[in-house]
């Protein structure tokens, strides 16, 4: 028998050749290429920044700099009304969903403040906030109810560094940036019985809910170093505090 090819039937190199048609081939590619730019995007983005059940960070409708608020980071110069007019701007976007206050690079020296509802207080990887070391610039709050007294002094104690008091959807986080209590000169004065009043701690929100502090690291706290008190739905993870065994009390 000749070996005539069978027209009615495609040759094998022509069956091979149907299943690598332009078509099917750019269909490939586009699906492969889906496939690692989602897997690149949770990589680099959503651990980072959006919102899934995990309580990750969020993106705000709003965003600011410290700087925009006259803040200065030379480790020297005061940036208290520098924060405190960031809180206020955020304050105001409590409908639109808040807004995110970004510490940049620098040593940013501040006595205490207080967050808002709906905020994100983000730290650039070196900024470093600076509790100022002269309690007369930390106010006065009353004691913890659960003790209904102070802890080292009777009467009121000092507040945090950074306080909040009934607030809802409070996101604490950055690249790692640090908060410094500067804590030296309170366990100093606290040894020597030099203080009037129960020191603060360096970060502490009471009576809130749905928070979530990450990846920074909190330092030299003059007293407690995170406290929240009477608080629901609060998430902390990959923190990273730091405080002498022996030459910081508590």
Known sequence: MLGIENP???????????????????FTLLWILAFFSVFFWRQNVVDRFLV????LPKFRPAVFSLTEFGGI??????????????????SKLAKKGGGQLNVPAGKWLTAPFNLT??????LH???????????????????????????????PRYGSLIHG????DIVITGH??????????????????LLNHTRGPLVQIMWSADILIS??????????????YDCKNITVRNMTILAPIFAAPN
Not at 76 to 84: G, M
Not at 215 to 228: A, E, G
């Open 73 to 90: 980071g030379d480790g020297v110069s005061l940036n208290t009304e520098a924060f405190e007019r960031g809180v206020f701007a955020i």
């Open 117 to 122: 509802s709906h905020m994100t207080l983000f």
């Open 165 to 168: 008091q009934n607030l809802k």
């Open 215 to 228: 990846n920074i690291t909190l330092r030299d706290s003059p007293f407690w170093t995170l406290y929240p």
């Open 125 to 155: 990887q070196d900024a470093v906030i600076l509790g100022i070391d002269d309690e007369k610039y930390w106010p006065l709050m009353p004691p913890l109810p659960s003790y209904g007294y102070g802890r080292e002094h009777p009467g």
């Open 8 to 26: 009615t039937r495609p040759s094998f190199f022509k069956q091979i050749s149907s299943c690598f048609s332009p078509h099917r081939i750019l």
């Open 176 to 193: 790692n940036g640090t908060i410094n209590g500067q804590g030296q000169s309170w366990w100093k004065k606290c040894r020597q019985k």
């Open 52 to 55: 899934f059940p995990e309580n």
